[in-house]
């Protein structure tokens, strides 16, 4: 980390446990079925191909970084995957900074500047957020597994 960093962390695009345990499901699925279709040789190896590249792009995903929040003096900057642009929210507009719930749903998509209903979204996984408000009355929500130390790294880039 540079000296003017406070916080700095990445979320993956795979490493979400609600949407691993619906993969692995779908896998055990394909593996469970290609164990007892004994009588088509064509469609059972196509299942445990199937089961398998779910598997591998499974292990791939877990180490494709969705985005980085990297929080420095006056600033939140948040970089997403491959083409996203840059997003850098001045925290001398902001006027309420809160640690609260994502989302009240157990299953959330992976998101990156999403607008939606007046809210800015960016999300991987967790169910810990913290939110926060400009004087527009736009609010951020930044979705975290750190949500204690993001939580307290704005509010030291903001004084």
């Given at each position: 980390m540079d000296q003017d960093t406070l916080f700095v962390e990445r979320?993956?695009?795979?490493?979400?446990?609600?949407?691993?345990?619906?993969r692995l499901i779908l896998a055990l699925f394909c593996f469970i079925?290609?164990?007892?279709?004994?009588?088509?040789?064509?469609?059972?190896?196509?299942?445990?191909?199937v089961g398998s590249c779910i598997i591998f792009v499974s292990i791939i995903m877990m180490y494709l970084v969705h985005y980085?929040?990297?929080?420095?003096?006056?600033?939140?900057?948040?970089?997403?995957?491959?083409?996203?642009s840059l997003v850098k929210i001045d925290l001398s507009s902001i006027t309420k900074v809160e640690k609260r719930?994502?989302?009240?749903y157990i299953f959330n998509n992976p998101v990156y500047n999403l607008?939606?209903?007046?809210?800015?979204?960016?999300?991987?996984?967790?169910?810990?957020?913290?939110?926060l408000t400009d004087r527009d009355g736009l609010i951020y929500i930044i979705g975290t597994y750190k949500?204690?130390?993001?939580?307290?790294?704005?509010?030291?880039?903001?004084?």
């Open positions: 979320q993956y695009l795979g490493r979400d446990k609600t949407w691993i345990s619906v079925v290609y164990y007892l279709n004994m009588d088509h040789l064509a469609s059972r190896q196509l299942f445990f191909i980085k929040t990297v929080v420095s003096p006056n600033s939140v900057k948040m970089s997403g995957l491959w083409t996203t719930d994502y989302s009240k607008h939606k209903n007046g809210k800015i979204r960016f999300y991987a996984g967790g169910k810990d957020a913290v939110w949500q204690e130390e993001l939580y307290n790294a704005i509010l030291k880039a903001k004084s």
